[in-house]
């Protein structure tokens, strides 16, 4: 490949260090140095150590030791010669051992040689170094350790000299390649000459010497850790390798990976650093010269510098060249005059070129040049803003200006909008900064000319920075007077002074009027102005005006308050109170919402005033007229005055409410219009007096629930018991009706709970108490007339429900267990009354639960829970006498929903929970009892009937279902009804349990077993006694199980009463019978005895 620039030359390692020069170095304390060294030991810069470029390194001088030992061994052998003669080698063993050893020793000294000879990476190199290994017949594995060593010996030999050229990675490469070494062996070797080198170094400098950066053993050893570095990575060895080789050759050195990574960095970087100088150095001169940024990578990765790393490096490259572009030096002094520093013509280009060789994106690139421009800038900038403030020159130039320098030193707008907010608040500082020091010392009158000269100031910096057409300075108080902000105008203010400095000016302004009693135009817009630039809130202007003015509003006020609301009132008077209040708030500038806040209170004492003159409670209309007029000269709407009436007149509106309802509780029609004029009179809101309304119900109210629920105790508890609960002596407690308590549900007691409640219910209704709240929207359907057709549509329609605003609950008049008791109790009674008087009490049952504050919910749960006890009564009446439920049963159960409200749903469970319970008691008594398999067969086929599974719908566990399939079906078994024929009628059976065939088939199988065992148990009982004529019936019976079961019963039958048994089944008459089946049936029972 063939490459233009020059400027890669020094990236490749081309030997030319004339542009250069080789630095001065300190000579080590043990390694003989080139006579070209200079050893001045007087250098404090760490990359005098190093060279881009670099001739032939001490490597070969190392090997030269390995010649000088081959010579002696030349000397050695040549007075054998014949030893290395291969035909020579075949005779004798132990000459051949030495012979071996010979040739090997003298191997090594040759691969020397061959590299001094040639070169590293002279031509044909590696294969003359073959050819060694073959010349002298050395092993693989032996070569290769020899091939180490050379290697070991030469790297130690590079170190010795101090000073590191980019030549020397090339170079041990080279010589990698040549010797043929794998990555293990360049391990192997760079851990051996580590140590060696180290006890070498060891041996004449003391180990604290090493510790000093500047000696020339500690920057070979540093040289070492470099080369070891490059050698790993350049071997493309994995991360796990790499750490490992690297802590071997720290190791050696006795420092850890970290510090010898933080070692290689420093050599590295100043190599890095010289190619980015170069780079800079050829910015703008011969294109074929210049170096590109794939240039600058290969360095980078040859060198081993991390990305992050090189970026710094090129930010740092491209912040020098901004500052020589602008002529600024570190050794500048600070009297030296900077406003003459710019950019010349080109700087741009030159450093746009710069900026794209380094890769630097044009974020960094701009912050580097706004680091450098920023003070030039700056220092420009402030002394035009304060030209501008003095009126040196107008807004338009002082812009002219600062847009030049702006230019001159290639700055961008977005930096420029930051620095020119910080000229105004450093310009606007001083303003501030005198302002409250005259302020601090009492001295009113120069803190307001001192706040006149901030606002003049601001005025100035706002037209110059309108010049730049930037849309970022348009609400100019926002962006440089934000309170808030440590880095605005006002900032460094406190909230204290800035509110101090806002109330001298205020002050001043309404003082500097010609009547020095009002705010001119002119003044107010200047306090304006104040506000914004000391970042005044609202809030705490309307603060500062309240204190300010506020007492004269006050004063004017009053003062028409009382005029209007005494005896001589007139419209006249009305008109020329109005003129008194608007002048101050005119003159003032005061806001509607301050009056506000002092009209309220105002208002509030003339109410309080006229009800002091009402003994009645009721204003007159003359008064009602003068508060009317009041309120309009406060500028007060009707809503404002509610409040006021409430509190002054709303005793008095409840009060009339409770007159109204007379004896019975409720407010006939003819007292609602009287109490709506009244309410009107009063000046109270429909709101309010709703809720007065409420409060007057609920104190009638609450000793009639009282009465209820004490009512509802005496029919449950006795005269002790309630005296007892009650805490009180009730005496012989007698009723309305004069019947004595006995502690019972009686008749008596009941109609006297239901005529209670009914009168709640009624003076609830009556008076309108209850609400209705829309919910949402529903749909319904309706008719409507299309021509001649008659059709049904769908309409959205508002949808409410009833609220109970005041309740027995709320109210805390009943406790919640005997308000769900008096609920019951109600609907009981409702159930069981006749005629018009039930139907009302089933109309009402709702809205009593609602008086009394019961959910929806919970009636729910109290009625289902009293339909569910007459459903359970009366069905297990009907059951228990008709064994099911007939059509009249339906009728009668239908007839309790509707009479109850119960849902189909619930009504439909209820019946299945009932019916299921009685079949399950009576199922439990079968079982427990033992009654017979008729009285199970009909309890299933009544099962069967309702369509109840008995296990599913009945509940019956799987266990007694079993042992009731047990038992009817055993004694059929026993008797002969179910033989081996009888599937079908099994079948049957098992389906009307609910059995599935497993288990009934096994449940069948027990019973065989059982029975057989049972049988066998008997007949040998029969034997022993000698009444043989006892055992036929039974022998049959085990014939039929057995021909159930093939035969395998599980008896246990001693071999002479098993033949005796046959023997005697054999003896029976089978006459009739048909052979084959006789002789089936003989087989099986020799099985079932345990004789086949």
């Known amino acids: 490949m063939y490459f233009k620039s020059t400027a890669l030359t020094f990236l490749l390692a081309v030997e030319n260090a004339s542009s250069f020069g080789i630095p001065a170095q300190r000579q080590s304390s043990f390694v003989s140095r080139p006579f070209n060294v200079n050893t001045n030991t007087n250098t404090n810069n760490r990359s005098s150590n190093l060279q881009m470029f670099g001739g032939a390194g001490g490597g070969s001088e190392e090997l030269k030791e390995i010649l000088n030992e081959g010579d002696k061994l030349s000397k050695t052998v040549r007075g054998a010669p014949g030893l290395f003669k291969a035909g020579g080698l075949a005779a004798v063993p132990l000459v051949k051992n030495r012979i071996d050893v010979a040739s090997e020793e003298a191997a090594k000294p040759a691969v020397a040689k061959v590299i001094v000879d040639l070169g590293v990476d002279g031509p044909n190199v590696a294969e003359e170094i073959r050819a060694v290994q073959q010349k002298f017949g050395v092993e693989d594995e ?11 010996k030469y790297l130690i030999g590079m170190v010795k000299t101090p000073i590191t050229t980019t030549s020397e990675m090339k170079e041990l490469s080279n010589l990698r390649k040549a010797l043929n070494l794998n990555n293990q062996s360049v391990g192997e070797s760079h851990a051996a000459a580590a140590a060696e080198f180290y006890r070498q170094t060891c041996l004449f400098t003391p180990v604290e010497d090493l510790d000093d950066p500047e000696h020339p053993d500690r920057i070979s050893i540093d040289k070492f850790l470099f080369l070891s570095e490059r050698a790993f990575r350049q071997g493309e060895e994995t991360i796990e390798a790499f750490k490992y080789e690297m802590s071997r050759v720290s190791k050696a050195f006795g420092i850890k990976i970290d510090e010898a990574m933080e070692r290689v960095a420093e050599i590295a970087e100043p190599f890095y650093q010289q190619a980015l100088d170069t780079a800079r150095a050829k910015i703008g001169g011969d294109a074929s010269s210049a170096v590109s ?16 790393t090189a970026n710094d490096m090129h930010i740092a490259t491209f912040s020098e060249e901004v500052k020589d572009l602008l002529g600024k030096s570190d050794s500048m002094g600070d009297d030296v005059d900077l406003s003459g520093l710019k950019f010349a013509e080109g700087a741009r280009d030159r450093l746009a070129k710069l900026q794209e060789t380094l890769s630097i994106d044009d974020t960094d690139a701009d912050y580097e040049i706004s680091v450098e421009g920023t003070p030039l800038f700056q220092a420009k900038a402030l002394s035009v803003m304060n030209e501008a403030i003095d009126g040196s020159i107008n807004a338009e130039a002082a812009w002219e200006q600062i847009k030049g320098r702006q230019n001159e030193l290639l700055l961008k707008d977005d930096a420029m909008k930051d620095l020119l907010a910080s000229m105004v608040m450093q310009a606007m500082g001083k303003p501030f900064e005198e302002t409250i020091t005259f302020a601090n010392v009492n001295n009113e009158g120069a803190t307001y000319d001192k706040l006149l000269d901030a606002l003049g100031a601001k005025e100035a910096c706002r037209d ?6 930037w849309s970022d300075f348009d609400d100019f108080e926002a962006t440089f007077f934000d309170p808030f902000s440590k880095s605005s105008a006002c900032g460094f203010l406190s909230r204290a002074d800035r509110l101090r400095l806002y109330r001298i000016f205020l002050k001043r302004a309404v003082l500097k009027s010609e009547s020095g009693k009002e705010l001119t135009d002119d003044n107010y817009a200047k306090v304006v102005e104040v506000k914004g630039m000391l970042g005044i809130t609202d809030d705490d202007e309307a603060d500062e005006f309240r204190k300010a003015f506020g007492p004269e509003l006050q004063k004017v006020l009053n003062m028409a308050m009382f005029e209007i609301m005494g005896d001589d009132f007139t419209e006249a008077l009305v008109t020329n109170m109005k003129e008194s209040v608007d002048k101050v708030v005119k003159d003032y500038r005061l806001s509607d919402n301050l009056v506000a806040n002092f009209a309220a209170p105002i208002y509030m004492r003339a109410v309080t005033i006229v009800n002091e003159k009402t003994p009645g409670g009721v204003p007159t209309s003359e008064k009602i007229s003068q508060l009317d007029a009041l309120r309009d000269l406060l500028g007060m709407s009707k809503d404002d005055t509610y409040g006021a009436h409430l509190e002054v007149f709303g005793d008095s509106y409840k009060t009339k409410v409770s007159e109204s309802m007379g004896s019975t509780g409720v407010i006939t029609k003819e007292f609602r219009e009287p109490l709506e004029k009244l309410r009107e009179r009063l000046g109270v809101s429909e709101e309010d007096s709703r809720a007065l309304y409420l409060k007057a119900m609920e104190e009638r109210m609450v000793p009639m629930v009282e009465w209820i629920i004490l009512e509802l105790e005496r029919t449950m508890l006795t005269a002790e018991q309630l005296a007892q609960k009650r805490k009180k002596d009730f005496g012989e407690d007698y009723f309305k009706t004069g019947k004595g308590a006995d502690g019972n549900l009686g008749l008596g007691a009941e109609a006297n ?10 003076f609830y209704t009556e008076n309108d108490i209850a609400e209705q709240k829309q919910i949402g929207m529903k749909t319904i359907e309706k008719k409507v007339l299309e021509g001649d057709e008659e059709k049904t549509v769908t309409e959205e329609v508002p949808d409410y429900e009833t609220v ?10 009943v406790q919640e267990e005997l308000a769900e008791l008096l609920y019951r109790q109600f609907v009981v009674g409702g159930f069981t009354a006749q005629g018009p008087q039930g139907q009302r009490y089933e109309a009402s049952r709702a809205t009593l639960g609602g008086i009394l504050g019961l959910g929806k919910e919970k009636m729910e749960e109290i009625t289902n829970s009293i339909g569910g006890t007459i459903y359970e009564n009366y069905i297990s009446n009907s059951m228990r006498t008709k064994g099911s439920l007939d059509q009249q049963d339906m009728m009668f159960l239908a007839n309790i929903q509707g009479k109850l409200d119960i849902s189909s749903e619930d009504s439909e469970k209820m019946l299945l929970d009932t019916q299921k319970k009685i079949l399950s008691e009576e199922a439990n008594s079968i079982v427990a009892n033992e009654l017979g398999p008729e009285v199970v067969k009909a309890f299933r086929e009544k099962c069967n009937s309702m369509g109840m599974e008995l296990e599913a719908d009945v509940g019956l566990s799987k266990s007694v279902v ?3 399939f047990e038992t009817e079906v055993s004694p059929a078994l026993v008797n002969g009804d179910i033989t081996i024929e009888s599937g079908d009628k099994l079948t049957e059976i098992q389906e009307s349990f609910g059995l599935s065939p497993e288990d ?22 029969e034997l022993i006694r000698g009444r043989e004529e006892n055992c036929t019936e039974i022998v049959q019976r085990l014939v039929r199980y057995a021909q159930f079961v093939n035969g395998d019963l599980e008896l246990q039958v001693e071999e002479a009463t098993a033949w005796k048994i046959f023997n005697m089944y054999e003896a029976m008459d089978f006459e009739g019978e048909e052979a084959e089946a006789i002789e089936e049936r003989k087989n099986l029972l020799k099985i079932a005895l345990g004789l086949s």
Request: net charge negative.
């Open 142 to 152: 032996d070569f290769t350790e020899m091939c180490c060593d050379v290697y070991k």
């Open 293 to 308: 940024p794939d240039m600058l990578t290969r360095a980078r990765n040859s060198l081993g510098i991390n990305v992050n």
């Open 464 to 469: 110059v920075l309108q010049q730049s057409g």
């Open 753 to 762: 709970i239901m005529t209670d409640c009914m009168n709640l219910i009624d």
């Open 804 to 813: 109970y605003p005041i309740t027995g609950l709320g109210s805390n008049a």
């Open 962 to 964: 079993e042992q009731m």
């Open 1000 to 1021: 009934a088939e096994q449940a069948f199988l027990d019973i065989i077993l059982k029975r057989a065992q049972s049988a066998m148990s008997r007949v040998k009982a």
